[in-house]
């Protein structure tokens, strides 16, 4: 309860300030109980999740004005499960896939509950995405890592209200499979490619497999300790999400990763994503040139602005 008090204190401070707080159900970890039987693994996993769900909305839901169910859960299963990087550690195609069925059953029945619980608030799944092109025949490559990565939870999201695009980059694919950044480009802290317009490139997927469900960017941003590249890569970005616009695409929001710069999971706090710098010694926030800047273009609801 008092872990729910805390959530409910933080959504109602966000309301008074006019912020509208967009709650994740789910961002990655589990319960230590849940993980020792099995994680998203145990039979009854997805319902463990619906209830949850369900105890939350019914303490804050009136508050919430964004409910997303899971964060990336492609990310869960691949990194989990296929590549062996986050808990559990493992190296198994059909663990993966096991875990990719069971999530998707965990957002349908958590998206069930959340609309039938406290609030009215649209719901739906955030997912990240990746513009995956193919190179020198690597088409059929390319579909199947589609395939396990984005379409089996884009397919998952049929009566939600929205589909959350989360995505930082691009990824070639050849006949082999995925291959190394093009020489060239240039690289983020993070060791993607600096190529903005990928976010354009999944917004347009999304929207065409999953047959027009509006989308929010609920992810993008870059990990750089250039702040002008920051400006930089985010001006590119929102470019194409206005020309999703301007073609008739419903594209609801954008929002940046992150405010502040982030404890990033394996990589602790070397990526630096933030809007916000934090010094770790004394916490202090010094908000960056990006900040007003990306301030400046939300207030102006345009890119051509002066700072």
């Known amino acids: 309860m008092a872990a729910l008090d805390h959530y409910r204190r933080q959504c109602a401070a966000a309301g008074e300030l006019g912020l509208v707080p967009m709650v994740t159900f789910h961002h990655f970890t589990i319960p230590r109980w849940l993980s020792e039987r099995g994680g998203w693994e145990a039979a ?36 989990g499960y296929l590549v062996g990087v986050f808990p559990p550690g493992a190296h198994d195609v059909d663990r993966r896939r096991a875990v990719n069925a069971a999530l998707c059953r965990g957002h349908r029945l958590a998206a069930e509950v959340l609309r039938a619980g406290r609030g009215d608030f649209p719901v739906g799944l955030t997912l990240s995405m990746t513009d995956y092109q193919a190179v020198d025949g690597g088409e ?33 694919v050849g006949p082999s499979g995925a291959m190394a950044a093009e020489e060239g480009v240039a690289l983020t802290q993070m060791g993607y490619e600096f190529w903005p317009g990928a976010l354009e490139a999944v917004i347009r997927r999304a ?49 940046y990763w992150s405010l502040l710069d982030n404890f ?17 010694g004394s916490l202090e926030r010094r908000p960056k040139p990006s900040a007003v800047w990306l301030g400046a273009v939300a207030r102006e609801n345009a890119l051509e602005i002066s700072v």
């Open 140 to 172: 059929q490559q390319r579909d199947r890592i589609r395939r396990s990565m984005e379409d089996v939870f884009l397919e998952a999201t049929t009566d939600d209200d929205f589909v959350g695009v989360q995505c930082y980059t691009r990824m070639r």
């Open 207 to 255: 929207w065409d497999v999953t047959g027009g469900t509006p989308l929010v960017v609920t992810e993008n941003g870059i990990g750089t300790d250039r702040d002008t590249e920051r400006i930089a890569f985010v001006t590119a970005a929102l470019a194409g999400v206005r020309r999703c616009l301007d073609d008739g695409i419903d594209v609801r929001g954008y929002v």
């Open 44 to 79: 009854d996993a997805p319902v463990r999740f619906a209830r949850f769900c369900e105890r939350v909305v019914a303490h804050l839901g009136d508050l919430i004005g964004w409910g997303c169910t899971i964060n990336e859960p492609n990310i869960v299963a691949y990194m």
């Open 264 to 280: 990033e999971w394996v990589l602790g706090y070397g990526p630096t994503f933030g809007l916000v710098a934090v010094e770790r």
